[in-house]
């Protein structure tokens, strides 16, 4: 079955229908387009399409060819959304993972005519209309449409039905995510149990936003290792993983009362921050306080004292990350997850 936006070129057809045979997974395929006509229409397009954008029905136009086993798995198309159809159907193949192919060769496979806004303006109230009846039908996809949004530009159709390997572990996972981490938790416990073995018993900590999942996990290991030595928890302050939330974070602690002699800062940019503020506060590095990092990054041996952190494999994670995407775009099965390990580099900080 062919969704066909404007024109197909000559040959499209015959191109696709090549694809198909030749990639068994796939569920559908689908190419470029180049448009045509004033493109100033475009911009145009009244505000109460964008929430169509968003959830990838305008973003990205498209020719398609679908495999008949799938429409028949899906059910098909839904007749009673006059129109929007198409939107109903790449929303279902996305929830449902289904893989698209993408026929590219550097030729578009349609011609795009942009149309008038009068026709565009003239069905506001049927988009709006129909925009509820495809949020009521897909919930879990439109729930999750701001958090897709935040991490990527990336249109939606290509963004759910391409395979995506994420790096770092997303907050809310789904079943069907695939991502590369390091071993956070661990990471932060290391951190935190090499300055207990240095002798300090009052520790403090600078997080990460605690909406972030590294933040989240290089806290619970902090204070693993705290509560596994049976020493109290110190001071958590949320730095915002900046330089100068680092800064404000370690300020707080100090304005609290609390006097640690070691700060767990959960990145080197944070621990920066902090350094400048124990320095303006007439605080020694490390002789009154401790302070070591997370990242291993260019700023661990930029400051002074350089800065002692638990190293991430950012290098061998890219290749990870590269290694899953082309084993998914291959079809060759691949675990979910990998997860990297973390080392300590000792430096003059702690």
Avoid at 207 to 225: H, I, K, V
Avoid at 313 to 340: C, K, N, V, W, Y
Wanted: charge should be neutral; hydrophobic fraction near 40%; aromatic fraction near 6%.
């Amino acid at each position: 079955m062919v969704d066909a936006d404007d024109q197909a070129v000559r040959g499209a057809l015959a191109a696709m229908a090549d694809r198909l045979d030749a990639v068994p997974a796939a569920a559908v395929v689908a190419g470029d387009y180049e448009e045509f006509g004033t493109q100033d229409l475009l911009r145009a397009v009244p505000d109460v399409l964008d929430p169509f954008r968003v959830a990838y029905c305008n973003e990205y136009p498209v020719t398609a060819m679908f495999r008949r086993s799938v429409l028949e798995q899906v059910g098909g198309w839904r007749t009673e959304l006059r129109g929007y159809e198409d939107w109903d159907l790449w929303m279902t193949l996305a929830e449902r993972g289904l893989r698209m192919e993408h026929l590219g060769h550097g030729r578009p496979i349609y011609r795009r005519r942009l149309h008038g806004t009068r026709m565009l303006t003239g069905a506001r109230g049927r988009h709006v209309e129909l925009y509820g009846n495809l949020r009521s039908a897909h919930p879990r996809l439109f729930a999750e449409l701001g958090q897709h949004r935040r991490r990527s530009s990336m249109p939606w159709r290509r963004k759910l039905l391409y395979p995506v390997v994420y790096g770092g572990r997303p907050v809310k996972l789904r079943d069907d995510d695939y991502y590369v981490d390091v071993d956070n938790v661990r990471g932060g416990r290391e951190a935190t149990e090499y300055l207990i073995g240095r002798g300090h018993k009052r520790i403090a900590t600078i997080t990460g936003p605690l909406t972030m999942r590294a933040a989240m996990e290089r806290l619970t290991g902090w204070r693993d290792a705290l509560t596994g030595a049976g020493l109290p928890l110190g001071a958590v302050e949320d730095g915002n993983f900046t330089d100068d939330g680092g800064a404000e974070a370690m300020r707080r602690i100090l304005a609290s009362g609390e006097k640690p002699d070691a700060v767990f800062a959960a990145s080197d940019l944070m621990a920066r921050g902090a350094l400048h503020a124990l320095a303006s506060a007439g605080l020694r590095v490390p002789e009154d306080v401790a302070v070591i990092g997370f990242d291993d990054s260019p700023i661990a041996t930029s400051v002074t004292p350089s800065l002692t952190t638990m190293r991430q494999p950012s290098f061998l994670q890219g290749e990870e990350m590269a290694s899953m995407l082309i084993d998914r775009l291959a079809g060759i099965p691949t675990p979910h997850s990998r997860i990297m390990p973390t080392g300590l580099v000792v430096r003059e900080s702690a």
